[in-house]
């Protein structure tokens, strides 16, 4: 009865006792022996009676026409089962408007011959074992018709368009005259800034299993969200929803790439032929052109100020990518509607279309780039004004949303740089660039402001008090690793004023009901809501008093009404970021010394896991700020290295002492008061170390990597304008 993920604790019994205070105490996660000790099993090695193995087959060309799949040859091989082609595969739809808006028609595998970039799904191949369905999917040749294509990125692409503005992503916002405000301004930045292609590899490679089982289809997943993929595979296979069931226990690793793709698209078609279970992982180099990236960007930030620094023009215009088959914006722009208020305020998104896979969300999408210009254009506004950087921000802290007009829930930002700046010492800070040295390395000091969205998803679960004293909380949430799981625990033990150990958790299954995925940092707190909601009601039942019956006590809600109830207002987590850098301008090789991020994110559910998560992001942002660049070869529009030796990030040695801490951040009118904290830790770090750079050299980096061949050419460059400046000797 009970689950292996749960605290084995016997449960006390002594009827509902006053423990509380679980909810901000460091607990460690409750699967986590099952984790360590390899009881946990993820979907990819769950096994099944008479398993067969698919492997996808890639397109080789960025764009054109499959000629043939000559799959003969191939289905003599030993062990090989059937070959799904577009020329054989079963129909789907992809066109409904699911969860998260239309679906990416990569979803739409199989279903015609058009090729619209390299790592496009042109068949599947399944074998009684994973290992002849690889070797008879590398035999499989593939023709095509192949036509020019196009991947080259760059900023003033003259076909660049504005995207039609979604539920996700409002592609412009303006008020006032830009272009007065800029020429009334006594100190003016305007710059261009450039991050490259990333991608977000977990651990845990992508891997579904699919059967059906008494008429119902059976999905064995690792994703961010079992309704999300439930709900739009049965849209895809005009399926009535509760004959869908999708399971996704444990997860090592989402960071916005587990949704839907096309292996669980595949799974699925082939069980329908095969009438057994059939799994489909992806390969690592797979995951470079089947779950998403982030987008490169080229952004153009232009600020104007009066020379106390506040703001009189604020314009951030940024470009990414999409794919020609379907449409994804990386919101970069978005920040500054949160972050700064002008007399005129622009911001805006352009688009440009290539023949390459669609971009997705990516941890932060559109803050992480984002950030990275904008908080570096700030610290170069402040420079000019000669202002501390964080003196600037405080001038421009808005009232209200610079955009919306709407108040803030709570907006805490000064007090983390407060805080931040107490514990960095910043106080000692001199603001001249260049001065501090030690040996062959040069100094210095950086920060940057960070602010990600507090949202909420609506979400159903049920509470059952049990005969023994203890709890059974259902709810479709997502542990992808982040501790979701114990936190829930955390959060009903509070509900229901009992110990921890006498509160199980079951999640991760579309048969309990529908809820939020794991996304847009807004996992917990939504879960957190409807969970306590029923807990809650649950109480109420029990103080009725009686005994509790063998089924239990079970109360349930959903929160769609409570967070449609919720006052308009600007609702965000915010923090500041600070970080030292080493610099040896000999070598180009920058070390980043110390980050600190000090964060106001409402609640604190689980300090021992959000700490890690906001040290993880942490450690993304110095990964994006020095390593991390997805390329394109621009001849065959492939990536070069796309595996985990290629492309490279952050290791070990790269990564320093990080803190993260967080100051109260109360949330008068939210019932739930947690805010997000999943993501809001990459936002701002990349700036923070670019800014630390230009402390140390005096040299400003506004394209991403700081690769070491930048800071040398950066270095030479400035060595050659302060000799050309200087006096003849
Ligand atoms: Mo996050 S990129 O919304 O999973």
């Known amino acids: 009865m009970t689950p292996p993920t749960t605290p084995t604790t016997p449960a006390t019994t002594t009827g ?259 009438h057994r279970p059939v799994r489909v992982v992806l390969t690592r180099r797979q995951m470079f052109s089947l779950v998403g990236f982030r987008s490169p960007t080229a952004q153009r930030m232009r600020l104007g100020a009066d020379a106390d620094g506040r703001l009189r023009a604020f314009d951030h215009q940024a470009l990414s990518l999409t794919s020609t088959v379907h449409e994804f914006v990386e919101s970069s722009a978005v920040l500054g509607r949160v972050m700064y208020d002008a007399d005129a305020h622009r911001t805006f998104h352009r688009l440009v279309r290539l023949d390459v896979p669609t971009p997705a969300w990516m941890r932060a999408p559109g803050e992480a780039p984002g950030s990275f210009a904008l908080e570096s254009a700030l610290d170069e506004l402040a420079e000019k004004c000669g202002m501390d950087p964080i003196a600037l921000r405080a001038r421009n802290e808005p009232e209200t949303g610079p955009v919306s007009g709407l108040p803030f829930s709570s907006r805490n930002v000064l007090a983390c740089f407060e805080e931040g700046a107490r514990r960095f010492g910043w106080a000692e800070r001199d603001p001249r660039p260049g001065l501090r040295r030690e040996g062959r390395w040069l100094l210095g000091t950086g920060t940057a402001a960070a602010t990600y969205p507090s949202g909420a998803g609506p979400s159903t679960a049920a509470v059952t008090a049990e005969q023994d004293g203890s709890f059974t909380v259902r709810i479709n949430a997502a542990d992808i690793g982040t501790g979701a799981r114990t936190a829930m625990v955390l959060v009903a033990a509070d509900a229901l004023k009992v110990g921890p150990d006498r509160i199980r958790v079951r999640l991760a299954d579309s048969d309990l009901g529908p809820a939020m995925f794991a996304g847009g940092s807004m996992g917990t707190r939504s879960w957190a809501w409807a969970v306590t909601i029923a807990a809650d009601e649950l109480r109420e039942k029990l103080a009725l008093g009686g005994g509790i019956p063998p089924e239990g006590i079970t109360a349930r809600s959903n929160t769609t009404e409570a967070i449609g109830a919720l006052a308009k207002k600007e609702r965000h987590s915010f923090g500041a970021q600070f970080a030292e850098v080493a610099v040896d301008v000999t070598t180009g090789e920058v070390r980043v010394r110390r980050l600190l991020g000090i964060y106001a994110a409402g609640t604190i559910v689980n300090p021992l896991t959000a700490r890690s998560q906001l040290i993880g992001g942490m450690t993304w942002g110095l990964s994006m700020a020095l390593h991390e660049e997805a390329i394109r070869d621009q001849e065959s529009g492939s990536h070069v290295g796309a595996d985990l030796a290629g492309y490279h990030f952050a290791a070990h040695a790269d990564v320093p002492l990080i803190e993260a801490d967080w100051v109260d951040d109360p949330v008068p009118d939210d019932p739930i008061a947690i805010k997000g904290i999943g993501e809001i830790g990459v936002v701002g770090v990349a700036a923070a170390i670019a800014n630390a750079v230009w402390h140390a050299t005096g040299v400003r980096h506004r394209d991403l990597p700081i690769r070491p061949d930048r800071v040398l050419r950066a270095a030479d460059e400035a060595r050659r304008r302060a000799t050309e400046g200087a006096p003849s000797a």
């Open 16 to 274: 509902i006792s006053a423990v509380t205070g679980a909810i901000g105490s460091a607990h460690t996660r409750v699967e986590g022996r099952d984790k360590v000790t390899g009881a946990a099993r993820y979907a990819g090695e769950i096994p099944f009676a008479e398993l067969a193995h698919g492997w996808l087959v890639l397109s080789t060309v960025a764009r054109g026409r499959i000629r043939s799949v000559e799959d003969s040859p191939v289905l003599a091989m030993p062990g090989v089962l059937t070959v799904l082609h577009h020329g054989n595969a079963p129909r789907v739809d992809t066109d409904y408007v699911g969860m998260v808006g239309r679906p990416n028609p990569v979803l739409g595998i199989f279903q015609h011959d058009r090729v619209p970039f390299v790592g496009w799904p042109v068949a599947l191949v399944v074998a009684e074992t994973s290992e002849q369905a690889r070797e008879a999917a590398e035999a499989l040749v593939v023709r095509y018709d192949e036509e020019p294509h196009d991947v080259a990125f760059f900023a003033g692409r003259s076909d660049a368009y504005t995207p039609e503005s979604n539920p996700m992503v409002q592609a412009e916002t303006e008020k006032g005259d830009v272009e007065a405000q800029l020429d009334a301004s006594a100190v003016v930045v305007d710059e261009e800034y450039t991050t490259p292609e990333e991608h977000h590899n977990p651990m845990e490679p992508h891997a579904a299993t699919a059967r059906w089982d008494g008429g119902r289809l059976d999905v064995i997943d690792s994703n961010q969200g079992s309704t999300w993929v439930a709900t739009e595979l049965a849209m895809l296979f005009s399926l009535d929803p509760a004959s869908v069931r999708v399971r996704s226990e444990h997860v090592g690793g989402g960071f916005g790439s587990k949704g839907l793709s096309p292996h669980q698209v595949a799974a699925v078609m082939a069980t329908t032929i095969l």
